[in-house]
């Protein structure tokens, strides 16, 4: 089974600094991963973490510590075409991501 | 561009008609996935797909089937539709079997009416 748990919304100003974070509790856990999805579009990829610590990537970051079943993701510099939802998705089994409901983060001028 | 592509990008319907779903995968990758999203659930993971087997199974009504063929597309088959079939449908699709990168299409919005 699994339980995934994120903020709901975010605001956050341009330029400024934003921390998504996400618990989840799931069965054969083999890494989490991070999308982004604007409205009606696609998920894309954003990160992917097996091992505890940082990954970073640009202005985009993420942590994770699977004994604690915590991740976050982390956007610097942030920029208006980044508000959308952020999903954080544990790989269950090798095979299935399990999405949470999403982060929807709003960026203000 | 992912590189997935999904037909058609919108279809409306009526209740208890049957409707067929496409994806294409990315050249080269032999896994496909099927997720449904709905306006009051996140991304579910319906099925999933790996060289023409079946690898994965989620949380997919027995209304619904899917398919990989030896050409490695994939088709999702919604039968008896119900208005709470109403949703988008998005197949991802990566190089193997387990913890790949997942590249998703844009996406099938069904409207059941």
């Known amino acids: 089974g699994q339980n995934i748990d994120q903020p709901t919304e975010m605001t956050a100003t341009e330029g400024a600094i934003v921390q998504i974070n996400c618990t989840y509790q799931t069965s054969g856990f083999n890494g989490l991963f991070w999308y982004q999805q604007h409205a009606g579009e696609a998920p894309t990829f954003l990160s992917y973490n097996v091992l505890d610590g940082l990954e970073e990537k640009g202005r985009f970051s993420s942590f994770l510590s699977r004994s604690k079943g915590y991740s976050y993701l982390l956007l610097k510099e942030l920029q208006m075409k980044d508000s959308a939802s952020y999903l954080c998705a544990p790989l269950q089994n090798g095979y299935a991501l399990n999405f949470g409901k999403g982060t929807s983060l709003l960026v203000t001028p | ?113």
């Open chain 2, 1 to 113: 561009d992912s590189g997935v592509t999904q037909t058609p990008k919108h279809l409306i319907t009526a209740t208890g008609q049957r409707v067929t779903l496409r994806c294409s995968p990315r050249s080269g990758d032999l896994s496909v996935y099927w997720y449904q999203q709905s306006l009051d659930q996140g991304l579910q993971f319906l099925i999933q797909y790996y060289n023409g087997e079946e690898r994965a199974k989620g949380n997919i009504l027995e209304r619904f089937s899917a398919q990989q063929f030896p050409d490695l597309h994939s088709e999702l088959n919604l039968s008896s539709l119900e208005l709470g079939d109403s949703a988008l449908y998005f197949c991802a699709s990566s190089p193997r079997d387990t913890t790949n990168i997942q590249y998703f299409g844009a996406g099938t919005r069904l409207s059941v009416l």
